[in-house]
């Protein structure tokens, strides 16, 4: 995530005050809600419980997780980072990651933001120099990027955008539900780097090619199928129609109901933990 700017240093310093966590706890959660798109947040911090998941106007989930004062606390604080990051322009995905040129004049639209954007006073970040956005205007604020051997890469949780140059080629990528945790060198063939995330090894044939040196590409490629999810219940696979129209409050309930069943003994420390894991993989 970019450096904080002097506005941004204030506001989070004012926010770990008003709600006792520390300046790095909530810098940690800042960037956690805004990959989120400001709807949600996958964290883990010590001062937040370890590992946990929020969603707005849903389910929170800390890994300490009978502390519900220590959950209110989170609630609240992801609240008030949502509603920050919601006055920021370019901040927040509105659904669409194409120019649009009107009147001469060129707009940007979702997590790109406007050349604009740059200059304003109040701004979180400190902008990253247009001469750095070799991935083009539509596209801030890299997780993680780097490059070897001619090649070069910067990964997008927020916007889910993997942009890759080689050979003078800038190829922007859908990463769908990947979060990409790795990345190695690879011996032969292909790009000279591969990913991996939860899902393990990422195959770039299978990911949607959303633009071409700033062009869409002339065949998409097809939509990979959805994976299947848990039921309810936290056990039985349920058929992708079922998991198409599964949605996150779903997971959150049945990790409730695993934690209640370990909690009376039904279900090992290490079963839950497993299933947890299982469940939170999916959102």
Same mark, same amino acid.
């Given at each position: 995530?970019?450096?904080?700017?002097?506005?941004?240093?204030?506001?989070?310093?004012?926010?770990?005050?008003?709600?006792?966590?520390?300046?790095?706890?909530?810098?940690?959660?800042?960037?956690?809600?805004?990959?989120? #798109?400001? $709807?949600?947040?996958?964290?883990?911090? *010590?001062?937040?419980?370890?590992?946990?998941?929020?969603?707005?106007?849903?389910?929170?989930?800390?890994?300490?997780?009978?502390? #519900?004062?220590?959950?209110? =606390?989170?609630?609240?604080?992801?609240?008030?980072?949502?509603?920050?990051?919601?006055?920021?322009?370019?901040?927040? =995905?509105?659904?669409?990651?194409?120019?649009?040129?009107?009147?001469?004049?060129?707009?940007?639209?979702?997590?790109?933001?406007?050349?604009?954007?740059?200059?304003?006073? #109040?701004?979180?970040?400190?902008?990253?120099?247009?001469?750095?956005?070799?991935?083009?205007?539509?596209?801030?604020?890299?997780?993680?990027?780097?490059?070897?051997?001619?090649?070069?890469?910067?990964?997008? $949780?927020?916007?889910?955008?993997?942009?890759?140059?080689?050979?003078?080629?800038?190829?922007?990528?859908?990463? &769908?539900?990947?979060?990409?945790?790795?990345?190695?060198?690879?011996?032969?063939?292909? *790009?000279?780097?591969?990913?991996?995330?939860?899902?393990?090894?990422?195959?770039?044939?299978?990911?949607?090619?959303? $633009?071409?040196?700033?062009?869409?590409?002339?065949?998409?490629?097809?939509?990979?199928?959805?994976?299947?999810?848990?039921?309810?219940?936290? *056990?039985?696979?349920?058929? #992708?129609?079922?998991?198409? $129209?599964?949605?996150?409050?779903?997971?959150?309930?049945?990790?409730?109901?695993?934690?209640?069943?370990?909690? =009376?003994?039904?279900?090992?420390?290490?079963?839950?933990?497993?299933?947890?894991?299982? &469940? &939170?993989?999916?959102?």
């Amino acid at each position: 995530m970019a450096q904080l700017s002097p506005t941004g240093i204030l506001a989070v310093q004012d926010i770990a005050q008003r709600h006792g966590f520390s300046f790095d706890a909530v810098q940690s959660m800042l960037n956690s809600v805004i990959n989120g #798109n400001g $709807s949600m947040a996958q964290f883990s911090h *010590y001062e937040f419980g370890g590992s946990g998941q929020w969603m707005q106007g849903g389910m929170t989930m800390i890994g300490d997780m009978f502390n #519900n004062y220590l959950k209110g =606390r989170v609630d609240n604080l992801c609240a008030e980072l949502s509603r920050l990051i919601a006055s920021q322009p370019g901040l927040m =995905r509105s659904g669409s990651f194409q120019s649009q040129t009107q009147n001469g004049n060129t707009s940007y639209n979702g997590f790109g933001g406007s050349p604009d954007d740059a200059a304003n006073p #109040n701004s979180l970040f400190v902008p990253v120099p247009a001469q750095a956005n070799w991935w083009g205007p539509d596209l801030k604020w890299p997780n993680s990027s780097g490059g070897q051997n001619g090649m070069r890469y910067a990964w997008f $949780s927020q916007a889910r955008r993997l942009a890759i140059e080689s050979n003078g080629q800038v190829v922007i990528y859908d990463t &769908l539900d990947h979060q990409i945790g790795g990345v190695s060198q690879q011996q032969s063939g292909g *790009y000279s780097v591969t990913f991996s995330s939860q899902f393990g090894y990422v195959d770039l044939s299978r990911l949607p090619v959303i $633009s071409i040196n700033g062009q869409p590409p002339l065949n998409p490629a097809p939509q990979p199928a959805p994976a299947p999810v848990y039921s309810n219940t936290g *056990y039985a696979p349920v058929n #992708n129609a079922i998991a198409s $129209s599964a949605g996150d409050s779903d997971i959150f309930a049945s990790i409730e109901k695993l934690a209640a069943l370990q909690s =009376r003994g039904i279900l090992s420390e290490q079963e839950y933990a497993s299933k947890k894991a299982e &469940l &939170l993989s999916r959102l």
